[in-house]
T-cell receptor, first 113, second 114 residues
Framework: QKEVEQNSGPLSVPEGAIASLNCTYSDRGSQSFFWYRQYSGKSPELIMSIYSNGDKEDGRFTAQLNKASQYVSLLIRDSQPSDSATYLCAVNPFSGGYNKLIFGAGTRLAVHP | DGGITQSPKYLFRKEGQNVTLSCEQNLNHDAMYWYRQDPGQGLRLIYYSQIVNDFQKGDIAEGYSVSREKKESFPLTVTSAQKNPTAFYLC?????????????FGSGTQLSVL
């Protein structure tokens, strides 16, 4: 059974700090990796995608991928209270075609003023 | 505006009843998906479809059925065989092909049992 593991949290950080969210996956052949943000009672929204080893930056968000260690992380710089949400890590174990994403259970982030 | 529309937002099912959740998209996406989310858990794939008149079971298809008669529509029926249907149901769509993996989600349907 292919798995994606995340700490459930809550991860509590002060406003302006860096929030670090981590995710590990079991299928070594996985090709693409995603971070979704989900506010309570709402649908997930994609915030980052990453396909190759290293860092990918987009505004205050940085995704990091290490395929050898089978982990992917998300850094949120200058955290804001509006970043408080559940962050879902998703992994596609297939190289294109069907998007049979496998989702982790999510990490709840709480940014306090 | 393009997007995915799910209805209803809230749905209540009586014991032994089948209920159908609607999902319509105007993004011209070939692929559509149904996910189930339980509190504190990630999304689990119920069914998916890449083309009209074809669909595949996901990880938790038992007790559910789907149809894909039109590209724009992918309704999900929760049958009486699904003994624990209370959950948040999410429909999604995407383009197909390499690196076309961004999922667009509808706003979800919360299903509860009376």
């Amino acid at each position: 059974q292919k798995e994606v593991e995340q700490n459930s949290g809550p991860l509590s950080v002060p406003e302006g700090a860096i929030a670090s969210l981590n995710c590990t996956y079991s299928d070594r052949g996985s090709q693409s990796f995603f971070w979704y943000r989900q506010y309570s009672g709402k649908s997930p929204e994609l915030i980052m995608s990453i396909y190759s080893n290293g860092d990918k930056e987009d505004g205050r968000f940085t995704a990091q991928l290490n395929k050898a260690s089978q982990y992917v992380s998300l850094l949120i710089r200058d955290s804001q209270p509006s970043d408080s949400a559940t962050y879902l890590c998703a992994v596609n174990p297939f190289s294109g075609g069907y998007n049979k994403l496998i989702f982790g259970a999510g990490t709840r982030l709480a940014v306090h003023p | 505006d393009g997007g995915i529309t799910q209805s209803p937002k809230y749905l209540f099912r009586k014991e032994g009843q089948n209920v159908t959740l609607s999902c319509e998209q105007n993004l011209n996406h070939d692929a559509m998906y149904w996910y189930r989310q339980d509190p504190g858990q990630g999304l689990r794939l119920i069914y998916y479809s890449q083309i009209v008149n074809d669909f595949q079971k996901g990880d938790i298809a038992e007790g559910y059925s789907v149809s894909r008669e039109k590209k724009e529509s992918f309704p999900l029926t929760v049958t009486s065989a699904q003994k624990n249907p209370t959950a948040f149901y999410l429909c999604a769509s995407s383009r197909t092909g390499p690196l076309n993996e961004k999922l667009f989600f509808g706003s979800g349907t919360q299903l509860s049992v009376l």
